[in-house]
């Protein structure tokens, strides 16, 4: 378990070091918000393992349930407001707001029950709907490039891979999250391990983002390449 | 009986969740990777695109460089093999009279010098009015190609025709000269490789569409054959062609007539792009 643990921070801290060694290529508000989750993630398991949130709330079950939740409601907010400022088709635009709309209504209602009962459940429901409107959302994003007449390397630009983390992290962690409540505690223990391979290389990801030169600034590198190619 | 089932269900759960997990990471990756690859084949289709592009840019250019130079060879052959030697004897004449004293003599040398620069101004005149056509400068395309078609017609070797139904607002004058250089060269193609025993100009216009229509019956060459042309070595006239009518964005189709019996060029401008 000891391993995991420092696996975990290692992943956690890493794009954040990232971030901070290329801050003068991170200056866009897009980069901005992955890094504030980044940021965010780190505090929120730092305050999880640590004692400080029993203070003000005894009841264990509850103070984990409430940072799972409020965590869950933070990290779709800000993935979904990074993928809404990729889009250039307002009606992606417009489907992502309509069903980040209905995310926040389930996930508040479910917040609010969940907190009024004594022994409060794992929140399946609000990260399966999370889950699946970023994967729909990323899939759009990537329809959304490849119709895009730009000749640049769709590998290039440091908001794919940023989609991809974001992908690969909620589509592996999906069926382990929805069953979760389902499992043993063995169960839990033994999968546990598929969303800290999903977190690690989601971080990973985040990481290479962060150290490629954001699209603004970049040479249309594929003009070259293929035209040297072709000779 | 009650523990089976619990087992049974926990080991259910176990088994969506792996492959579950598997084939969502499975999906997502071949979905990147598919990306990925569709990307790189767009891509490279596109600069193949741009490729060849910029290879027929290059063949017009070498096109219309050749035939400038095939223009000037022929104004210096006619100017160095006409004019020069008719200067010269002329010049001979005239020193003639310097050594000669003889009157009638004299006046026979003078006579023939003025003869000679009678030709020479002609012959002159004849490059110039080969280099711009003073009825296209003066009195627009339509004098112009009805000039050209009449000077054909009267050679006796082909019929030649033509009618411009709606000219009333001319082109520019550089446009006008262009469309008058095309035509020049869709005649001179007609006559050396169609065998055609006439040819019929039409002009006319549709919106802001310009057209130009040149029907002939003779062996001719379809929009396939013109584009196959282009993009060889050989066909520098077609060549030129595309390149004038490139200036003026405009276009041009090679067909065969439905009939199947005459072939049939059109040319067509943006009325607004060139007047």
């Given at each position: 378990m000891d391993?995991?643990?420092?696996?975990v921070y290692i992943a956690h801290i890493v794009p954040l070091i990232m971030f901070?060694?290329?801050?003068?290529?991170?200056?866009?508000?897009?980069?901005?918000?992955?890094?504030?989750?980044?940021?965010?993630?780190?505090?929120n398991d730092l305050v999880r393992n640590s004692e400080l949130i029993s203070h003000l709330i005894p009841n264990l079950a509850k103070s984990d349930f409430l940072l799972l939740s409020t965590f869950t409601i933070i990290e779709y907010t800000l993935l979904a407001y990074y993928i809404y400022n990729l889009f250039k088709n307002k009606t992606f635009k417009r489907v992502l707001l309509i069903a980040s709309c209905i995310f926040l209504v389930i996930a508040f209602g479910n917040l609010i029950l969940e907190m009024n009962s004594n022994t409060p459940q794992f929140d399946s429901v609000p990260i399966a709907i999370s889950s699946l409107i970023l994967i729909t959302a990323s899939i759009f994003y990537f329809f959304e490039s490849i119709?895009?007449?730009?000749?640049?390397?769709?590998?290039?630009?440091?908001?794919?891979?940023?989609?991809?983390?974001?992908?690969?992290?909620?589509?592996?962690?999906?069926?382990?999250?929805?069953?979760?409540?389902?499992?043993?505690?063995?169960?839990?223990?033994?999968?546990?391990?598929?969303?800290?391979?999903?977190?690690?290389?989601?971080?990973i990801f985040f990481s290479i983002s962060f150290i490629l030169k954001p699209e603004n600034q970049q040479v249309l590198n594929a003009d070259e390449y293929y035209l040297n190619k072709l000779e | 009986m009650l523990l089976l089932q619990v087992n049974n269900s926990s080991a259910n759960v176990s088994l969506v969740l792996f492959f579950g997990t598997i084939?969502?990471?499975?999906?997502?990756?071949?979905?990147?990777?598919?990306?990925?690859?569709?990307?790189?084949?767009?891509?490279?289709?596109?600069?193949?695109?741009?490729?060849?592009?910029?290879?027929q840019q290059k063949m017009l250019l070498n096109a219309s460089i050749r035939l400038q130079e095939e223009e000037r060879q022929r104004i210096a052959a006619?100017?160095?093999?006409?004019?020069?030697?008719?200067?010269?004897?002329?010049?001979?004449?005239?020193?003639?009279?310097?050594?000669?004293?003889?009157?009638?003599?004299?006046?026979?040398?003078?006579y023939n010098a003025k003869q000679i620069i009678d030709d020479t101004i002609q012959?002159?005149?004849?490059?110039?009015h080969s280099l711009m056509p003073p009825t296209l400068k003066n009195f627009g395309l339509e004098s112009a190609v009805n000039d050209q078609f009449q000077k054909i017609s009267s050679s006796g070797i082909i019929n030649a025709s033509c009618r411009f139904h709606d000219y009333k607002e001319r082109l520019q004058t550089d446009n006008e000269l262009i469309v008058f250089r095309v035509i020049q060269e869709l005649i001179n193609n007609i006559l050396k490789h169609s065998n055609a025993s006439f040819i019929h100009l039409t002009q006319n216009t549709n919106g802001n569409k310009f057209y130009i229509r040149m029907h002939h019956d003779g062996k001719g060459i379809t929009q396939a054959d013109f584009e196959r042309m282009n993009k060889s070595a050989a066909g520098l006239g077609l060549k030129n062609i595309q390149s004038r009518l490139k200036?003026?964005?405009?276009?041009?189709?090679?067909?065969?007539?439905?009939?199947?019996?005459?072939?049939?060029?059109?040319?067509?401008?943006?009325?607004?792009?060139?007047?």
């Open positions: 391993l995991y643990f420092y696996v901070s060694l290329n801050i003068k290529l991170n200056k866009t508000s897009s980069h901005l918000t992955v890094f504030v989750y980044c940021l965010y993630a780190l505090l119709q895009d007449p730009d000749i640049t390397f769709i590998y290039s630009k440091p908001s794919f891979w940023v989609v991809v983390g974001i992908m690969i992290y909620f589509s592996g962690t999906f069926f382990l999250f929805l069953q979760y409540d389902n499992l043993s505690e063995e169960d839990k223990n033994n999968y546990w391990i598929i969303s800290i391979i999903c977190f690690v290389l989601k971080n | 084939g969502m990471l499975a999906l997502t990756i071949g979905l990147i990777v598919f990306i990925i690859f569709h990307q790189r084949k767009v891509i490279r289709y596109q600069m193949t695109l741009q490729k060849m592009e910029q290879e006619d100017l160095h093999d006409d004019a020069g030697p008719l200067l010269a004897t002329a010049r001979l004449y005239l020193n003639e009279n310097l050594v000669n004293l003889d009157k009638t003599t004299q006046l026979q040398s003078i012959l002159i005149r004849n490059i110039s200036v003026l964005h405009g276009r041009i189709f090679f067909e065969k007539d439905a009939s199947q019996t005459y072939y049939k060029v059109t040319i067509e401008l943006n009325r607004e792009d060139n007047q």
